[in-house]
């Protein structure tokens, strides 16, 4: 995130535009960019109803061209993996899709290629994947959070007979930091479930420790969700 401070008034912001954005970009010296800063933002504009009008602004890269969606600028060590999920699935579903359901597929897509090939959030491979949308309602950008996705693991007993076992991963943010609440189960003789794991782990934003939170005022984290994957 951009925060900008401009001179001649320093006890408040005046409202910002994109000139100021461009002459803040222009005046970073490339020669001292800490490895190779990549910047993407979005500056919006105003809302009307369904219409958000916003001026996208890049730094160190360029857009890339992706049916469907027009123009992507992604940054940082996931950027190629990213772009080429994205070529996978229409997330429009057609161009009918909301905000936030193009933005829990896409989330949910992302989620599940970590968890799939072994390469998880949890090991900060490309510093994890995350979304964000416009809030109408709040008017601003949101992460996109409290997503449930599922999995079952297969075992087979017999010949034409297996078992399915359920496995539970739940993304929400709690005070910028990325909550992963995690369980599986295994089936017991009466033909219920029994947790077999139980986990609550928290994945700081960059350049903040973990031990700067604590743990004690999160409260309880259940498997409500807002979406599921």
Not at 4 to 26: H, M, Q, S, V, Y
Not at 37 to 63: K, M, P
Not at 97 to 107: C, D, N, R
Not at 122 to 137: I, K
Request: glycine share 8%; proline share 3%; with cysteine.
């Amino acid at each position: 995130m951009i925060s900008l401070r401009l001179a001649g008034e320093p006890e408040r912001f005046r409202e910002l535009d994109f000139k100021n954005i461009e002459a803040e970009l222009d005046a970073i010296n490339c020669d001292h960019a800490i490895n190779e800063v990549q910047l993407v933002g979005l500056l919006v504009r105003d809302v009307h109803g369904t219409t958000v009008e916003a001026t996208r602004f890049s730094w160190g890269i360029n857009g890339v061209e992706v049916p469907r969606l027009g123009p992507v600028h992604a940054a940082g060590s996931g950027r190629e993996a990213f772009l080429a999920l994205l070529n996978k699935a229409d997330f429009t579903n057609s161009g009918t899709g909301s905000e936030f359901q193009v933005a829990h597929a896409l989330l949910g897509a992302l989620t599940n290629e970590e968890y799939r090939t072994g390469a998880k959030i949890l090991n900060r491979w490309g510093g994890g994947f995350e979304a964000v949308t416009y809030s109408r309602e709040a008017r601003r950008l949101q992460k996109v959070g409290d997503i449930l996705h599922t999995f079952w693991r297969i075992e087979k007993e017999s010949a034409g007979r297996v078992e399915f076992f359920p496995m539970f991963y739940k993304t929400s943010y709690w005070n910028d930091a990325l909550i992963i609440r995690s369980a599986s189960f295994d089936r017991i003789a009466s033909g219920g479930y029994t947790p077999r794991t139980n986990d609550l782990d928290l994945v700081p934003p960059f350049l903040t420790d973990s031990e700067a939170y604590d743990l004690s005022e999160l409260g309880s984290v259940d498997f409500s969700y807002r979406a599921i994957c």
